[in-house]
T-cell receptor
Framework: ETGVTQTPRHLVMGMTNKKSLKCEQHLGHNAMYWYKQSAKKPLELMFVYNFKEQTENNSVPSRFSPECPNSSHLFLHLHTLQPEDSALYLC?????????????FGPGTRLTVL | QKEVEQNSGPLSVPEGAIASLNCTYSDRGSQSFFWYRQYSGKSPELIMFIYSNGDKEDGRFTAQLNKASQYVSLLIRDSQPSDSATYLCAVRGGYSTLTFGKGTMLLVSP
């Protein structure tokens, strides 16, 4: 495996379900990111982890809960989502956060909330 | 609030022509600038980055940066149908995360 991987690639869930998205990077990076991409909107940064510490939370609702057990893995736990949360969720990584390093994106998880 | 503006398009060009994609940004402290390409249903992939005023060329792609005008552009020479995608401009300040524009859809017709 190389680069940044995400699972599942597609997810359909009801508003009362609990699910988790997983991201894994094989690049030896120390920073990982969650983005949300909705139609007609710019990529929205949700969370940033730098050396396993959360360094940014962009006013994301508490129904989204990130977890970063180590520098290679990042999870996004989902609970009681709303239909407007349906979007493409992208994970990215860089060597370190907040510098000029290029971000590498995973393939994304297409989430549909019914 | 940092903003990155792009024309949503679509920008339509014939095969072989030069496609010009433009981006303006609001934060004068921005220091690094990125162009990503995103095919429909796929994740963004980096095409080029530029840090200094002027032009930077990589194959058929040229990034142009004018910090005084807060303007960055991407030129694609000899456009191919495979270049049809959405192009995202992203900007970063000194110690901050990337701010993305909404993207410009490019359509290259055979």
């Amino acid at each position: 495996e190389t680069g940044v991987t995400q699972t599942p690639r597609h997810l359909v869930m009801g508003m009362t379900n609990k699910k988790s998205l997983k991201c894994e990077q094989h690049l030896g990076h120390n920073a990982m990111y969650w983005y949300k991409q909705s139609a007609k909107k710019p990529l929205e940064l949700m969370f940033v982890y730098n050396f396993k510490e959360q360094t940014e939370n962009n006013s994301v609702p508490s129904r989204f809960s990130p977890e970063c057990p180590n520098s290679s893995h990042l999870f996004l736990h989902l609970h009681t989502l709303q239909p407007e949360d349906s979007a493409l969720y992208l994970c990215a990584s860089t060597q370190e956060a907040f510098n000029t390093d290029t971000q590498y994106f995973g393939p994304g998880t297409r989430l549909t909330v019914l | 609030q940092k903003e990155v503006e792009q024309n949503s398009g679509p920008l339509s060009v014939p095969e072989g022509a030069i496609a010009s994609l433009n981006c303006t940004y609001s934060d004068r402290g921005s220091q690094s600038f990125f162009w990503y390409r995103q095919y429909s249903g796929k994740s963004p992939e980096l095409i080029m980055f530029i840090y200094s005023n002027g032009d930077k060329e990589d194959g058929r792609f040229t990034a142009q940066l004018n910090k005084a005008s807060q303007y960055v552009s991407l030129l694609i020479r000899d456009s191919q149908p495979s270049d049809s995608a959405t192009y995202l401009c992203a900007v970063r300040g000194g110690y901050s995360t990337l701010t993305f524009g909404k993207g410009t859809m490019l359509l290259v017709s055979p």
